[in-house]
């Protein structure tokens, strides 16, 4: 007897090539092999991310992470907001990538973090609310604040009061006024 060899036992009927049942459920026409350049670009992602891997982009939809440690941002506030978890199978090459917790079987996660997709439209919209709409609104707040105070300044000088003047200057004077509305996806 030869040392260290593995004895193979061969079932009778079992053919040279056993394929999984994932692979028989699916689709045969489907191709889930990878090319040189999509394997050199999931080593690029692997070595040069930091903490998270890059979630690759899906037609019509913005991925990114959500984390489940947030009591005040919890993922089912998330999933009535539109998000909806990437399953593991969704992804090729995360098919690995899951929790073992019932909380979230078979999504796309690495330690507390899960994989996340928004529809489009409503990812332009909230990025459109959060970074122009809010940011808007506080500047006209700002502005009118100022000119409160100009007003407020000027009334107590028309009486005879010690207070100077307050002029509002260029910058003040450009709050709250509308600008070109951002575009938030890549078209």
Not at 45 to 66: K, M, N
Not at 89 to 105: I, Q, T
Not at 118 to 130: G, T
Not at 140 to 153: P, S
Request: glycine fraction near 6%.
């Amino acid at each position: 007897m030869i040392p260290n060899r593995k004895i193979v036992k061969r079932v009778r009927g079992q053919s040279e090539s056993r394929s999984s049942r994932r692979s028989r459920d699916r689709d045969t026409t489907e191709n889930r092999e990878y090319t040189d350049a999509e394997r050199v670009d999931m080593l690029r992602r692997t070595y040069f991310q930091s903490a998270l891997p890059d979630i690759p982009p899906i037609e019509g939809y913005h991925v990114c992470w959500l984390t489940t440690n947030n009591p005040r941002d919890p993922i089912h506030g998330r999933l009535r907001l539109g998000y909806e978890l990437i399953k593991t199978d969704e992804v090729p090459g995360f098919e690995y990538v899951g929790m073992k917790s019932a909380e979230f079987p078979g999504v796309i996660s690495v330690n507390e973090m899960v994989a996340a997709k928004l529809p489009l439209h409503l990812y332009d919209a909230y990025m459109r609310e959060v970074h122009y709409e809010a940011p808007l609104r506080e500047e006209e707040q700002i502005y009118a604040n100022a000119m409160q105070v100009q007003e407020q300044a000027a009334q107590a000088a028309r009486r005879g009061g010690r207070m100077k003047p307050v002029i509002a200057e260029q910058g003040t004077s450009e709050l709250g006024q509308a600008r070109p509305v951002p575009t938030f996806i890549d078209q």
